[in-house]
Structure formats: C-alpha cells, structure tokens
C-alpha cells in the first residue's frame, strides 16, 4: 500500500539487503527536497518507496555507489533514466553486482518550483509526511498529501502544473534514455490502463510493469503472488511515457516566468487555467469568423 503501483522495488530491494547488498533511492531530507541516498538495512527502504515528483539530487551516490561496487558488495541503484545513464558513464565500466533500476519517467519538475510550494503546505513543521500518491481514495484517483493537507492530484496546483508539462526540466521534453536506453537491468512504473484486461481487483492498490532487459537477472517465482506476462506494446499502450516524451505546453514559458517571481505555485495554476480559457474561447471565435 505505501508503494505507488505494484511494489516491485521494495521486494527486489529487500532481496539485495538480504544479501548484505546495498539500495539507493531517492527520499525527501529535511529541507524537503529529494535527494539519492542509500541504505542497507530493511527500515531504511521506507523512505525511498512512492513517487518523488521532483527533480532528486544526486550528490556523491555515483561515487559512493562506486566504492561499495569495488568493496564486492551488490548495488541495487535506482533512478531515473537520465541519472541510470549519468551513473553507467561514471563508472565507465560493467559491474556483476551492479543492479540498476530506471522508472516510465513522466518527467522532472523544478526542485525551486517545489521549494516554494511545499514551504507553503508544511510551513516550517519537521516531520511532516509528504506523499505524492496516497492510495487511500484509489489507485488511480490517488491523491497527495503534505502534512495535514489532502487533495486528490487534479485538484492540487502543483500537480495540474506538472501533469500539464509546464514546468518539467527542458531537458525532460526530448529525453534521449527512454525505451530502455539508459542501461538499465529493470524498467518499473504503473500499468495504468491494465485494470480491466490483466488483474481483476486491483484498482485499490495498483498494477506496476516490469520491463526485463538483462537475460542474467531473472524475476523469482517468490516475488510476486501474481505475474501475467503482457507483451512489450501492451505496456507502450498503458503507459507511452515509455518511449515518449512529455511534450512541451505552449504555455511553458508563461509559467517559468510567472514562478520566477514571487507568484505561488496556486496563482499561477490558476493563471493556466484562464490562459487556456483564453485560448479556447479565440480558437473558436477565429472558427467562427472564418465559417
């Protein structure tokens, strides 16, 4: 249940520190932004479950990844597809007890864009929960949570920005690491339009894709109660941020520049919503014109 969709990475996770291994992941720090990290102990896994919409820093974890991989140890590192391929050009070479894990990747919003939105949900409070896809109201009418505030994600400004693709890294609108190029041993993210032709009853939980690219690592029977194998378009037509990239509202730079300046993250949603009002009403008033 703490996990987004499928739980996957928890159970191969668990499985490496069993083994003496070591996980990264990325989790929120004290300021509230997301960082890679690692662990090697099962208590420590928590903080790197769900969903960080968030670019994560990832400070010094190349060359501490690096320094457990030449110790002997085995090295669950997880990612994006753009930091998998950041830490494989790092290393500059294959290691037997590097495993490494990208996501379906919708895109990284701005830490700064977060920054000023958060401040304004957890208003100096320490230990408050930040979770990006709470499952009690539903798999996939999840909402997010920040301390005591809730909202389903197509109420909350800072998801309708992110979700509209306004403010994602540029970087982020033509990613060259999709598809399975970032090097990566495993593929994970949510089967969003699975529910109703591969698992019945999981709508409250999630269904989480598992894309295997490396014929040495295989998925153990004991992983999962239940796995269908689903054919590689299937997943594309269920999740395409597989292989696409977000691609860049036409109000983007709008927004850049409205949440460079003291304007919140609630203003300038609303503000994109009567830009695109705006944009409606002309279209049709130029149809109509031109009739």
């Known amino acids: ?34 960082e890679v990290d690692y662990t090697d102990t099962a208590e420590g896994l928590s903080a790197f479950r769900g969903s960080k919409y968030v670019q994560a820093d990832t400070g010094s974890s190349f060359k501490d990844a690096q320094r457990f991989l030449k110790e002997g140890r085995k090295v669950l590192y997880s990612g994006t597809p753009c930091q998998i391929a ?6 500059k070479k294959d290691y037997d007890n590097l495993i490494l894990v990208d996501l379906i990747c919708h895109g990284v919003p701005s830490p700064k ?25 539903g798999w996939e009418s999840y909402s997010i ?5 809730a909202a389903k994600y197509y109420d909350d400004p800072y998801m309708k920005l992110f979700l509209s693709d306004v403010i994602l890294a540029d970087s982020c609108y033509s990613c060259p690491f999709r598809s399975g190029r970032s ?19 999981t709508r409250e939980y999630g269904i989480g894709a ?10 153990e029977p004991d992983w999962h109660k239940e796995i269908n194998k689903i054919s590689y378009n299937e997943v594309i037509s269920s999740n395409p941020s597989l292989i696409v ?29 009567c830009l695109r009002f705006a944009r409606r009403r002309i ?3 130029v149809y109509w014109r031109s009739r």
Do not use: H, P
Not at 185 to 201: E, H, Q, R
């Open 245 to 273: 990239s977000s691609k860049k509202n036409c109000f983007a730079r709008n927004m850049s520049v409205m949440l460079s300046t003291r304007i919140g993250v609630s203003c300038a949603a609303y503000a994109l919503r």
């Open 210 to 219: 598992v894309l295997v690219y490396n014929e040495r690592l295989k998925l």
């Open 145 to 149: 949570r920040i301390a005591e505030y």
């Open 1 to 34: 249940m703490n996990s987004s969709s499928g739980g996957f990475f928890t159970t191969i996770a668990s499985s490496v520190i069993e083994q003496g291994g070591v996980v990264f992941g990325a989790r929120f720090n004290d300021c509230w932004q997301v």
């Open 283 to 285: 279209k049709k008033f």
């Open 113 to 137: 864009v977060w920054d000023k939105y958060v401040r304004t949900k957890v208003k100096g409070k320490t230990g408050s929960t930040i979770n990006f896809r709470d499952k009690s109201t």
């Open 183 to 201: 090097g990566s041993d495993y593929t994970i993210g949510d089967l969003w339009g699975a529910s109703d032709w591969v698992f019945k009853n």
């Open 86 to 91: 950041g830490l494989k050009q790092y290393l």
